[in-house]
């Protein structure tokens, strides 16, 4: 029987602006490096940085809850002029946060 996987959780936050404004220069980083530099990447990167900025001071600290909010929230975002979508974000957004934390994403590990 397959095991479940443990929720990851981060630490409590100390600086909320400070890790949203790290949150936004690492993902526009990804987006223009996934596909190609875009003027939109930048406010993709934004309004995923303040979601998570604000669930962060809310008191959330569980990955997989951070994920969901900024899939659903980014749901309003027009990605009409972008490559990207809600889904894509949500996971550069996990992935970037599970690398800051050390935590290799391969293979379910």
């Known amino acids: 029987m397959s095991q479940p996987i443990p ?34 990447n930048q406010e993709i990167a934004q309004r995923a940085s303040q979601i998570f900025v604000r669930q962060r001071m809310e008191g959330e600290n569980d990955l997989g809850s951070l994920v969901i909010a ?14 990207f979508s809600e889904f894509a974000i949500a996971n550069a957004v996990s992935d970037l946060l599970l690398d800051s934390l050390g935590i290799d994403r391969c293979c379910g590990q």
């Open 7 to 40: 929720p990851i959780t981060l630490p409590p936050v100390e600086k909320p602006q400070q890790e949203g404004e790290w949150l936004q220069t690492a993902l526009v980083k990804w987006l223009d490096e996934e596909f190609i530099p875009e003027t939109v």
């Open 70 to 83: 900024i899939l659903t929230e980014m749901q309003a975002f027009d990605f009409s002029k972008s490559f």
